[in-house]
């Protein structure tokens, strides 16, 4: 059964960088699946971020892509995601994901982020 | 960039009633690679179905995706009180992997 967790600091400033990271059990991510993040603003619809796929093909939505980073550690079987220069509007609950295509297979539970001086 | 568009965004039906959640592509959907998923409070979303119509181990038959190219059609077919939940469709054929803004389905 693969299980996805999401760990992480709760609360980032203003400006300064928020990093996840997604810890896989259960499946390998070096043998496949693409894995990414989504996040979710309090209220809010889904907004999909972007997604690794064989440990190093990125994808970005072009809305965050210039603040945007998904990398992936096959040692630890977990990948990250860092977003800089964060304002109140990257405020959201940060979703972990993955499955056999750029679909939500497989999800963590979800890690609210808050951005506040 | 394909821009998914879902209608409407609140639904309110009945348990036992037929749902009928609708999701427009701003270009066609290729191949339909085009997924649903359910998203209760506090939870995070779950797949239901994928390639339009393919429904996930665990989802109920009751469930049923249709549609090609820019029109896709999520039906279920008799409400139970566990479906009450918001819905969002996926397109999953270019990158950004975009999904729509999301269906409320409420008693």
């Known amino acids: 059964q693969v299980q996805l967790q999401e760990s992480g600091p709760g609360l980032v400033k203003p400006s300064e960088t928020l990093s996840l990271t997604c810890a896989v059990s259960g499946y390998s991510i070096s043998s496949g699946y693409y894995w990414g993040w989504i996040r979710q603003p309090p209220g809010k619809g889904l907004e999909w971020i972007g997604c690794?796929?064989?440990?190093?093909?990125?994808y970005y939505n072009p809305s965050l892509k210039s603040r945007v980073t998904i990398s992936a550690d096959t040692s630890k079987n977990q990948f990250s995601l860092k977003v800089s220069s964060v304002t109140a509007a990257d405020t959201a609950v940060y979703f972990c994901?993955?499955?056999?295509?750029?679909?939500?297979?497989?999800w963590g539970q979800g890690a609210l982020v808050t951005v506040s001086s | 960039e394909i821009v998914l568009t879902q209608s409407p965004g609140t639904l309110s039906l009945s348990p036992g009633e037929r749902a009928t959640l609708s999701c427009g592509a701003s270009?066609?959907?290729?191949?339909?690679?085009l997924a649903w998923y359910q998203q209760k409070p506090g939870q995070a979303p779950r797949l239901l179905m994928y390639g339009a119509s393919v429904r996930t181990t665990g989802t109920p038959d009751r469930f049923s995706g249709s549609g090609s190219g820019t029109d896709f059609t999520l039906t279920i077919s008799r409400l139970e009180p566990e479906d009450f939940a918001v819905y969002y469709c996926q397109q999953y054929v270019n990158s950004p992997f975009s999904f729509g803004q999301g269906t409320r389905l409420e008693i």
């Open positions: 270009q066609s959907v290729r191949s339909n690679y």
């Open positions: 690794i796929r064989h440990g190093d093909t990125t």
């Open positions: 994901a993955g499955g056999f295509g750029p679909t939500g297979d497989y």
